[in-house]
């Protein structure tokens, strides 16, 4: 999702701020909604551990790729910001 939204944004023409806006606000909602659907779907099933799992381990690796972007972001916006300034 991360990856889809980075690439939408940039074929869209988005600046680097609404990329920036649309890469950590479009892929945040795996775990949030994921889990009430399935504790509605798979409601009274004893394996509703296993069957979530992988939605809680995609949030995790979500979570890491997420901070390991944000710094690479950062230096973005700050070259940016700096040629900005020198202009």
Request: a positive charge; glycine letters at 10%; proline letters at 3%.
């Amino acid at each position: 999702m991360i990856g889809i939204a980075m690439g939408l944004s940039r074929r869209l023409g988005f600046n680097l701020a609404d990329e920036t806006a649309a890469v950590f606000c479009g892929s945040k909602k795996s775990l949030a909604s994921g889990l009430p659907m399935a504790n509605v779907l798979f409601a009274g099933n004893p394996a509703l551990g296993m069957i979530v799992l992988p939605i809680i381990v995609y949030n995790q690796v979500q979570i890491v790729v997420g901070a390991l972007l944000a710094k690479a972001y950062a230096k973005r916006l700050r070259r940016e910001a700096a040629k900005e300034s020198d202009a």
